[in-house]
């Protein structure tokens, strides 16, 4: 009888422990989660676009793109850089409203 009642602590005292562990990473998680939709959200309302992953990943793209042509026209190479600009350009204008 004793051995029952001490293994059937254990069993909640674990089991209350790994329940808390759970509940905490939920929580944390639940709230980045939060955080990042909110963000999402900021800036696509900022910018007039929709919240779609397809528009994200474009805008990312476009800046990217604009990147590149920042670092052609530092190593002087200015058609590069222009052909850079125009479509980094040409893409964040057609996502943005």
Same mark, same amino acid.
């Given at each position: 009888? +004793?051995?029952e009642s001490f293994f059937?602590?254990?069993? +909640?005292? /674990?089991? #209350?422990?790994i329940r808390f562990i759970v509940d905490l /990473? #939920?929580? /944390?998680?639940?709230?980045l989660a939060n955080a990042g939709g909110n963000f999402v959200d900021g800036l696509s309302r900022t910018l007039g676009m929709d919240t779609s992953i397809i528009s994200i990943i474009a805008l990312i793209l476009g800046l990217m793109l604009l990147y590149s042509a920042i670092r052609a026209f530092m190593r002087a190479s200015v058609v590069m850089g222009i052909i850079w600009l125009v479509l980094? /350009?040409?893409l964040l #204008?057609?996502?943005?409203h």
């Open positions: 009888m +004793q051995a059937e602590w254990l069993g +909640q005292a /674990l089991g #209350s422990v /990473l #939920s929580g /944390l998680f639940n709230t980094g /350009l040409w #204008s057609w996502i943005i």
